[in-house]
C-alpha cells in the first residue's frame, strides 16, 4: 500500500504539474525532466551507482519507490511524451526513460538479449555481422598473423607488447592531454582557470569516466585494470 500510494502521489503530481505548467508559461518539459531525476534516484536506491554523478544538491531521501512502481512511472512518462512536439531534448528524455524502464525489467529478472540490451539502454542498433563477413575477417588475420597456435592466441601476443601500465600509463595519457590541448588552443580561447584532472582506479566495470565538477574543472578516472594500448 505504501509504494502504491507513493506511485499514485507521483502520477497526480506530474499530472498537475504538466497542467499547471500549460497555464503558468512554464516549459511542461520541465516537468518531465523533474520526474526523470526522481525516477532515477528511486531506480538508485535499488541498483546502486546507476547515478553515477550529480551536479544537484544530491539525492531526495523522501522518494521511494518499489521497482514496479518505477516502472510503471516511466511507462506512463513515455506514453505521455509521445505527445509532446519533437525536439532534442524530448529525444533524449525518451532514451533516459526507455532506459531507466529496461533496467528496472532487468533487475526484476527479465533477461534481454545483447542486441536488445544496447538498444533499450543506448538506442544503438548493429547493423547484423554475417558468418561470411566473420570468416573473412578471420582469413585475413590468420595471413597477418602466421604460427601455430590458435587466432585468439596469436592476436593476443601481438598486442601484449603494445600495453602500458603504471608510469608508461600515465605517461601516454599525461603527453594525450598536452596535446589535445595544444591543438584546441589553436582553435578556441580556454577560458582562465579551467583544468582537467586525472586520477587512476581500479575495481571499475568501465575503462574510464568523465565527469563535469563545476568551476571550470573536469575529473577523468581512467580504468588501470584494462589493458591500455596507444590505439585504445
Same mark, same amino acid.
Given at each position: 500500500?505504501?509504494?502504491?500510494?507513493?506511485?499514485? $502521489?507521483?502520477?497526480?503530481?506530474?499530472?498537475?504539474?504538466?497542467?499547471?505548467?500549460?497555464?503558468?508559461?512554464?516549459?511542461?518539459? @520541465?516537468?518531465?525532466?523533474?520526474?526523470?531525476?526522481?525516477?532515477?534516484?528511486?531506480?538508485?536506491?535499488?541498483?546502486?551507482?546507476?547515478?553515477?554523478?550529480?551536479?544537484?544538491?544530491? $539525492?531526495?531521501?523522501?522518494?521511494?519507490?518499489?521497482?514496479?512502481?518505477?516502472?510503471? @512511472?516511466?511507462? $506512463? +512518462?513515455?506514453?505521455?511524451?509521445?505527445?509532446?512536439?519533437?525536439?532534442?531534448?524530448?529525444?533524449?528524455? !525518451?532514451?533516459?526513460?526507455?532506459?531507466?524502464?529496461?533496467?528496472?525489467?532487468?533487475?526484476?529478472?527479465?533477461?534481454?538479449?545483447?542486441?536488445?540490451?544496447?538498444?533499450?539502454?543506448?538506442?544503438?542498433?548493429?547493423?547484423?555481422?554475417? !558468418?561470411?563477413?566473420?570468416?573473412?575477417?578471420?582469413?585475413?588475420?590468420?595471413?597477418?598473423?602466421?604460427?601455430?597456435?590458435?587466432?585468439?592466441?596469436?592476436?593476443?601476443?601481438?598486442?601484449?607488447?603494445?600495453?602500458?601500465?603504471?608510469?608508461?600509463?600515465?605517461?601516454?595519457?599525461?603527453?594525450?592531454?598536452?596535446?589535445?590541448?595544444?591543438?584546441?588552443?589553436?582553435?578556441?580561447? +580556454?577560458?582562465?582557470?579551467?583544468?582537467?584532472?586525472?586520477?587512476?582506479?581500479?575495481?571499475?566495470? /568501465?575503462?574510464?569516466?568523465?565527469?563535469?565538477?563545476?568551476?571550470? $574543472?573536469?575529473?577523468?578516472?581512467?580504468?588501470? @585494470?584494462?589493458? /591500455?594500448?596507444?590505439?585504445?
Amino acid at each position: 500500500m505504501v509504494a502504491f500510494a507513493e506511485m499514485l $502521489r507521483g502520477v497526480v503530481f506530474f499530472a498537475l504539474g504538466v497542467s499547471a505548467s500549460c497555464l503558468t508559461g512554464v516549459d511542461p518539459l @520541465d516537468v518531465f525532466a523533474g520526474r526523470y531525476v526522481e525516477l532515477a534516484w528511486a531506480l538508485d536506491a535499488h541498483d546502486p551507482g546507476y547515478v553515477d554523478t550529480s551536479l544537484a544538491s544530491g $539525492r531526495p531521501e523522501s522518494l521511494r519507490l518499489e521497482l514496479d512502481a518505477i516502472e510503471e @512511472d516511466a511507462s $506512463r +512518462l513515455l506514453v505521455a511524451l509521445g505527445r509532446v512536439p519533437a525536439s532534442p531534448r524530448t529525444r533524449f528524455l !525518451k532514451g533516459q526513460l526507455t532506459a531507466i524502464h529496461a533496467r528496472t525489467r532487468v533487475l526484476a529478472g527479465d533477461r534481454f538479449s545483447f542486441d536488445e540490451e544496447l538498444k533499450a539502454f543506448y538506442n544503438v542498433t548493429l547493423s547484423p555481422l554475417r !558468418k561470411p563477413d566473420v570468416e573473412r575477417i578471420h582469413a585475413r588475420l590468420n595471413d597477418l598473423l602466421p604460427g601455430g597456435e590458435t587466432l585468439l592466441a596469436r592476436y593476443t601476443a601481438y598486442l601484449q607488447p603494445t600495453i602500458f601500465s603504471g608510469d608508461e600509463l600515465v605517461g601516454l595519457v599525461t603527453e594525450a592531454l598536452e596535446e589535445c590541448r595544444r591543438r584546441t588552443v589553436r582553435h578556441l580561447d +580556454l577560458p582562465e582557470g579551467e583544468r582537467v584532472e586525472v586520477e587512476y582506479v581500479r575495481g571499475k566495470p /568501465w575503462a574510464a569516466y568523465h565527469v563535469y565538477r563545476g568551476e571550470l $574543472r573536469s575529473v577523468v578516472q581512467i580504468n588501470s @585494470d584494462v589493458a /591500455w594500448t596507444p590505439r585504445s
